[in-house]
């Protein structure tokens, strides 16, 4: 069985096609091909999930939470983030650290840390008009019609 490194890059981003070429080149010498999902959304079969080994977004926070989106409820392979510029919550390894923190990973020597998901709603006259899974957060923008807004949260 092949294995595989999903990776999600920030579109037009000089960096970020450089850590990619870098990573890609590294990958050919340990036989690990890699899946980049950055321009679209990839239908991922069951089988091709079960090669990858690691999702790997380059970039930021948002280009992880990009991936994060593409791969909603697709927990079969755990995601790191590579943070290209000077400020990180989520994407904690440096771009110089790449190759080595990904090294550790494929070769089980780092913690794992689960982060649960959120089903985001949105009703409009008991109809639900908008829904999605997050990760993070969910942001609500006013319109021209802004109006009073009600919430029910609940956690399971």
């Known amino acids: 069985m092949k294995q595989t490194i999903l990776i999600c890059v920030k579109e037009f981003d000089k960096a970020a096609g450089l850590a990619k070429k870098e990573l890609t080149q590294w ?3 340990q036989n690990i091909s890699i899946l980049d999902v950055t321009s679209a959304i990839e ?5 091709k999930q079960k090669e990858i080994l690691l999702g790997v977004a380059i970039g930021g926070d948002g280009t992880f939470l990009t991936l994060v989106r ?4 697709k927990d079969a392979f755990p995601l790191m ?4 510029g000077s400020l990180g919550f989520i994407t904690e390894v440096n771009r110089d650290e790449m190759i080595k ?3 550790q990973a494929l070769k089980g020597k780092l913690t794992e840390e689960k982060r649960p998901l959120l089903d985001v709603e ?3 006259k008991n109809k639900i008009v908008a829904s999605g899974c997050v990760f993070n957060d ?4 006013k319109s021209r019609n802004t109006t009073m807004l009600r919430f029910d949260v609940s956690v399971a």
Do not use: D, H, M
Not at 81 to 84: F, H, P, R
Not at 138 to 141: C, D, L, P, Q, S
């Open 122 to 124: 949105v009703f409009r």
């Open 138 to 141: 969910a942001a609500i923008t």
């Open 70 to 73: 593409k791969l909603a409820r």
């Open 43 to 47: 239908i991922i079969s069951e089988k």
């Open 101 to 103: 923190v990904i090294t």
């Open 81 to 84: 983030g590579v943070n290209l």
């Open 27 to 29: 990958a050919k010498t």
